[in-house]
T-cell receptor, first 114, second 114 residues
């Protein structure tokens, strides 16, 4: 069953538009993450949060921003979409350190910027 | 520079036989390792993990082996079933690291042939 939800599943949008990718989880997890994945490539961590009002950038530089106002909600925003932002975006959460609590992933948002 | 490498983009195995998926890593700080399974249009789901204090972990048909000196791990699936056809990601983490995220490989597409 899906305890972590991402919307939209697919999005095609023109260059320059502002977009927000939604991610919500019902498990009460403190830690949440955004990964970016291109086809046939590894997942790259772009943002993470340890709890409300905590956000950090990940290993891969990204022009997106995130916010964590509520525990269950971790949206990602692109102020001005560009074709280079075309990718799949995966949201994940975990109860504690991923050392002893595996990541739970949403089904992803596949973004295409034309 | 890739820190987690899955050198086989795809692997084809006959139903009922053993599937062996391989993963190499370069970062000596990694001390826990996970395998995720991903079906098309879905997010990755956790399969099995192992910490660096062990060299084997088993869960039903799935066994992960870790060779720390060779910086190599492998996932064995016995017997392979049609539902095992998916992309398998190897991931590694450093429990003392700051980001608390995982480093993923590019994945191996496993195809189980009837």
């Amino acid at each position: 069953e899906a305890d972590i939800y991402q919307t939209p599943r697919y999005l095609v949008i023109g260059t320059g538009k502002k977009i927000t990718l939604e991610c919500s989880q019902t498990m009460g997890h403190d830690k949440m993450y955004w990964y970016q994945q291109d086809p046939g490539m590894e997942l790259h961590l772009i943002h993470y949060s340890y709890g409300v009002n905590s956000t950090e950038k990940g290993d891969l530089s990204s022009e997106s921003t995130v916010s964590r106002i509520r525990t269950e909600h971790f949206p990602l925003t692109l102020e001005s979409a560009r074709p280079s932002h075309t990718s799949q975006y995966l949201c994940a959460s975990s109860a504690r350190s991923s050392y002893n609590s595996p990541l739970h992933f949403g089904n992803g948002t596949r973004l295409t910027v034309t | 520079d890739q820190q987690v490498k899955q050198n086989s983009p795809s692997l084809s195995v006959q139903e009922g036989r053993i599937s062996i998926l391989n993963c190499d890593y370069t970062n000596s700080m990694f001390d826990y390792f996970l395998w995720y399974k991903k079906y098309p249009a879905e997010g990755p789901t956790f399969l099995i993990s192992i910490s660096s204090i062990k060299d084997k972990n088993e869960d039903g048909r799935f066994t992960v082996f870790l060779n720390k000196s060779a910086k190599h791990l492998s996932l064995h699936i016995v017997p392979s079933q049609p539902g095992d056809s998916a992309v398998y990601f190897c991931a590694a983490g450093d429990s003392g690291g700051g980001a608390d995220g995982l480093t993923f490989g590019k994945g191996t597409h496993l195809i189980i042939q009837p």
